[in-house]
């Protein structure tokens, strides 16, 4: 597969930005070699500027659930453009989009728009702390929730993958206020709230992680923080920017039947334009100015062309086959992947859940961030480039989540294992 003009261009892009890339986690360090460059996408498929074709399942790291240039987000996009791009005042696509929002997920009976899933996770916990007048947050080693400074202590997704666990500029005295646990540990879960909990603003996680990698939460973890939050005055914040309209209409608390205080929202929600939201509890949000003293503000927030793709995306979810095909599809895929793996010889862990998938090459069972770390990550890279010069554009790193879309049917899993047939052999 020739892409030179990728190369060229990744050459071209060094000189100007900060590795070539405007995001870590697009440059290829966890897989070794030069990132490629799309000209468009269609559907399941990405295009490179050489004239490949790439079954996709990065999906924009997670927000296309419908696949790539899905026509009801561009026709809706286009539509709202005509009438303009931006008000920085109110309008009322917002305020459906808003009650759409607040349907599809009853936890939530207020929302605030922002413009990516880090500015949600920072404003949530900004909510936790002046809520409970606390400043401690307690989240998990691994689970990444954006580039915000607090959150960026044991991180996962690039953070790892560059292995940069805490990043430098994070005044040690704010990082001090972020305690961290195993996912998934009960007992040390119990252990901590014991010791810290009446000290404990918030608790935010991914209720199943996507940014080490897949890892589905254990039976009782998610009930036992419910229950501990509740207990300490703790504002349980689950982070639903991946898992969010993805796992279900409602998110994965849909799927296992808990109520956070707050929830935050990225990726899907904008149907593949720029949003982010957070909201929760009525008794919470009306601490978020102009209502209360909370500051938070974004210029961008509410965008016309935002909330009419995301508006589309909405609508579209409210159809259950939807979540029916997307798992069918899911688990034909990684049933196929696995059973191949398992055929040539190659351990592996095949973690799924609904449309999210990660193949970890380790033989032992992964749910934490130190079993994500048994991987064999050179390995990975071998896989990587074989299903890349096969046609297949996975996330560029062990410890990421993969993502079906509606797009992708028989063809494109079929192209898929058959590239996976060969790629396992090659290992
Ligand atoms: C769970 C989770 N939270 C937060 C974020 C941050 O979202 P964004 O990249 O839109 O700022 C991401 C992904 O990047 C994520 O996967
Ligand atoms: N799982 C990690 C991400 O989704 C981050 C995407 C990015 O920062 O480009």
New binding site residues.
């Given amino acids: 597969m020739n892409r030179s003009r990728s190369h060229d261009l990744f050459r071209q892009a060094q000189a100007v930005l900060p590795g070539g890339v405007h995001?870590p986690v697009r440059a290829f360090r966890g897989v070794g070699g030069d990132p490629v460059f799309f000209e468009r996408g269609e559907g399941a498929w990405l295009v490179d500027v050489d004239g490949n074709r790439y079954v996709d399942y990065v999906g924009s790291?997670?927000p296309l659930l419908m696949g790539h240039a899905w026509a009801p987000a561009v026709d809706a996009v286009c539509e709202a453009a005509k009438r303009g791009t931006s008000f920085g005042a109110p309008h009322e696509a917002e305020v459906v989009f808003a009650e759409a929002i607040i349907r599809a997920v009853p936890s939530v009976e207020k929302v605030r728009l922002v413009s990516?899933?880090?500015?949600?996770?920072s404003a949530a916990i900004r909510l936790a702390r002046a809520a409970t007048g606390r400043d401690r947050i307690l989240k998990f080693e691994g689970?990444?929730?954006?580039?915000a400074d607090s959150l960026l202590v044991k991180a996962g997704?690039g953070v790892e993958t560059l292995g940069l666990p805490d990043s430098p500029g994070v005044p040690a005295d704010l990082a001090k206020h972020t305690l961290t646990l195993p996912y998934n540990d009960i007992e040390k879960l119990r252990e901590f709230f014991d010791r810290h909990g009446d000290t404990i603003a918030g608790a935010i996680l991914?209720p199943v992680v996507?940014?080490m990698g897949v890892l589905p939460p254990k039976e009782g973890f998610h009930e036992a923080l419910r229950e501990l939050c509740t207990k300490h005055g703790t504002v349980l914040i689950w982070?639903?920017?991946?898992?969010g309209f993805r796992l279900a209409r409602g998110g994965a608390q849909a799927r296992f039947g808990i109520t956070p205080d707050l929830t935050?929202f990225?990726?899907v929600i904008g149907g593949g334009l720029?949003v982010?939201a957070y909201g929760g509890k009525r008794e919470l949000m009306k601490l978020i100015a102009p209502e209360g003293p909370v500051y938070q503000a974004g210029t961008l927030s509410g965008n016309p062309l935002a909330v009419a793709a995301g508006q589309a995306m909405l609508k579209a979810i409210e159809d259950p086959a939807l979540f029916d095909g997307l798992e069918k599809t899911s688990a034909r895929l990684c049933d196929g992947l696995s059973a191949l793996a398992t055929e040539a010889g190659v351990p592996h862990r095949l973690n799924r859940v609904g449309s999210m998938w990660t193949i970890f090459f380790t033989p032992d069972e992964v749910y934490d961030y130190p079993t994500a770390k048994t991987a064999d990550t050179k390995r990975f890279g071998r896989f990587y480039h074989a299903m890349l010069d096969r046609g297949v554009y996975l996330p560029p790193s062990q410890f990421e989540a993969a993502f079906v879309s509606t797009a992708h049917g028989d063809a494109e899993v079929e192209h898929t294992l058959a590239a996976a047939r060969e790629a396992f052999k090659s290992l």
């Fill in positions: 995001s790291w997670g990516s899933g880090t500015e949600a996770t689970c990444y929730h954006g580039a997704s991914e996507g940014n982070d639903e920017v991946m898992t935050t990225g990726k720029p982010g």
